[in-house]
């Protein structure tokens, strides 16, 4: 089955600094790669995805590269600010026609004031 | 709209008791999802239904049964519970066709002692 690595674990950033968090997947049959942002006591919600026809995607201070021929996306956060603290998990499809998600172990993200 | 309805929020159990977790959604979804989250592992599929009247294992359904009650309905099952399954318990649904846009519910926090 598909397997997602994600790294680092936990990142520290000073407000304004770019943040990067990378993973790496398996199963060169995965054609979507969302991200989800969960703060502390929520729900885990979307807030960007990627599908494999595309190399980059840009939503305002986040944007996700893709490099289908290594098996590795990444989440890149601009201008960091305190509301973006929380935890960052990628994912990616299981098989091309099943809708069932393999997520990566997830980024604490904390951005320092 | 409720969006993903999880209950109960938090349960204490003994080992070798059981106990279902119900869900219920209201945005006419036809897949839904039960993940487990535990720390530093992210998020891992128990078991999903990717439509009224069908169920698959995921990454983790050793010890857990699941019913597909109704296109609203889908609970998880803990015929004898043990401690390697406290855990935060998530619900989910999406679109068919919408690979990988999850709505979670709030979340249930199941401990085993």
């Given at each position: 089955?598909?397997?997602?690595e994600?790294h680092?674990?936990?990142l520290s950033?000073?407000?304004g ?6 993973c790496t997947y398996?199963d060169?049959a ?7 942002k969960q703060?502390?006591?929520?729900r885990?919600q ?6 494999s ?12 590269t893709?490099n ?9 956060i601009t ?5 973006d603290?929380a935890?960052?998990?990628c994912a990616a499809?299981?098989r091309?026609g099943r809708?069932?998600l393999t997520f990566?172990?997830g980024?604490r993200?904390q951005?320092q004031p | ?5 999880q ?12 106990m279902?977790l119900?869900?219920a959604?209201d945005?006419?979804?036809n ?15 128990i ?5 009224e009247g069908t169920t698959?294992?995921?990454?983790v ?21 043990a401690?390697s399954?406290?855990?935060v ?7 068919m066709?919408?690979?990988?846009e999850?709505?979670?519910g ?8």
């Amino acid at each position: 089955g598909e397997n997602v690595e994600q790294h680092p674990s936990t990142l520290s950033v000073q407000e304004g600094d770019s943040a990067v968090i990378k993973c790496t997947y398996s199963d060169s049959a995965s054609n979507y790669f969302p991200w989800y942002k969960q703060e502390l006591g929520k729900r885990p919600q979307l807030i960007i995805d990627i599908r494999s026809n595309v190399g980059e995607k840009k939503d305002q201070r986040i944007a996700v590269t893709l490099n289908k021929t290594a098996k590795h996306f990444s989440l890149h956060i601009t201008e960091t600010q305190p509301e973006d603290s929380a935890v960052y998990f990628c994912a990616a499809s299981l098989r091309v026609g099943r809708r069932a998600l393999t997520f990566g172990s997830g980024t604490r993200l904390q951005v320092q004031p | 709209n409720a969006g993903v309805t999880q209950t109960p929020k938090f349960q204490v159990l003994k080992t070798g008791q059981s106990m279902t977790l119900q869900c219920a959604q209201d945005m006419n979804h036809n897949s839904m999802y039960w993940y487990r989250q535990d720390p530093g592992m992210g998020l891992r599929l128990i078991y999903y239904s990717a439509s009224e009247g069908t169920t698959d294992k995921g990454e983790v359904p050793n010890g857990y049964n699941v019913s597909r009650l109704n296109k609203r309905e889908f609970s998880l099952r803990l015929e004898s519970a043990a401690p390697s399954q406290t855990s935060v318990y998530f619900c989910a649904s999406s679109e068919m066709g919408r690979a990988g846009e999850l709505f979670f519910g709030e979340g249930s926090r199941l401990t085993v002692l």
